[in-house]
């Protein structure tokens, strides 16, 4: 890479890595304490802390879909896709994929079918190069926050919007029981 590239990468990183991890960590927080049983169980075990982002990022990925542009014709289902055509691929829709998830619109920490690679960082060439950083901090806050404040609860649920590029959550409150 040339110095140019170099820098835009630093940038890309920094600035998308702030607003994935960010918005990453209030919806997991927030799945948790909408299904108490599994809140609790990560309270008690530690060990739970990577399933419960993995599964997180699954059910409510920060991503919702990127655009790519086909380098090549391809077919997909019989339909030909032009080379140079902008194609969106949706996060949100692979992660439901009934075909590689088991009851895929269901929450759940103990899942077995997790993805070896998780789809929602990409794929090849466009691997999120901050994968481990950010599963790094996703992990720290969700153990922090079970070790410390187990008695945390969810006033008001998000709300999240938006289904191209990076998501948005607003109106999140949460509170410890008394």
Do not use: K
């Amino acid at each position: 890479m040339n110095p140019e590239e170099i820098l835009f990468q630093i940038f890309l990183l920094i600035a998308a890595a702030t607003d994935t991890t960010r918005i990453s960590t209030v919806m997991q927080d927030a799945l948790l304490l909408q299904h108490r049983a599994q809140w609790e169980a990560v309270c008690r075990d530690p060990a739970l802390v990577p399933a419960a982002v993995a599964e997180s990022l699954r059910l409510e990925p920060s991503a919702a879909a990127v655009a790519r542009i086909a380098a090549e014709p391809i077919d997909i289902d019989g339909t030909l896709v032009p080379a140079g055509s902008l194609i969106t691929l949706s996060t949100m829709s692979a992660m439901r994929d009934e075909r590689a998830f088991t009851n895929p619109d269901a929450f759940d920490i103990g899942r077995t079918d997790q993805m070896r690679m998780h789809a929602v960082f990409g794929y090849g060439v466009h691997r999120c190069i901050g994968e481990a950083l950010a599963r790094a901090e996703l992990e720290e806050v969700l153990a922090a926050l079970a070790a410390r404040i187990p008695q945390l609860q969810l006033d008001v649920p998000p709300t999240i919007s938006g289904h191209f590029g990076v998501r948005r959550v607003s109106e999140m409150r949460v509170s410890r029981e008394a």
